[in-house]
Each structure stands twice: as structure tokens, then as C-alpha cells.
């Protein structure tokens, strides 16, 4: 029972697939790449602003669509 089920459904999945890498390609993904991932911060006196730049790049073939940013 097991071999008669799994079969099909391996073959099904494989041509599945198949037929969606190349639409898949040719959207792009984007890709986000950060130089510097983490920055710590000096001792500062209290009620200082402090900021720092994280510089990020896409070098995918698709936009970058930053949802969400949390300090942590």
C-alpha cells in the first residue's frame, strides 16, 4: 500500500517541480547583504543619542522590501 501511494504522489511532486523552477528564475529573489551585522556602542553618558548606520545592499535580481527593523 505504502509503494502503490508513494510512487505517484513522488512523481507528481517531482514534475511539479520541474514546471516551477524556471518561472521561479526568472522572478529573481532578492538577496539583502549586510557588511556589518552587529555595532556596539561606546560608554555613554546617560540621556546620550547615540546612531549608528547599517548600510545594507540588495545584490539579488529582485526589490528589497524591508518590512520590519528591531533593535536588540
Do not use: W, Y
Amino acid at each position: 500500500m505504502f509503494k502503490r501511494f508513494c510512487l505517484p504522489a513522488l512523481l507528481v511532486s517531482l514534475c511539479v517541480i520541474c514546471l516551477l523552477a524556471p518561472v521561479v528564475a526568472a522572478e529573481g529573489v532578492p538577496v539583502a547583504v549586510v557588511e556589518q551585522a552587529s555595532f556596539e556602542f561606546p560608554p555613554q553618558f546617560d540621556g546620550t543619542d547615540v546612531v549608528h548606520d547599517f548600510v545594507i545592499k540588495n545584490t539579488g535580481d529582485a526589490d528589497l522590501t524591508i518590512v520590519e527593523v528591531k533593535a536588540g
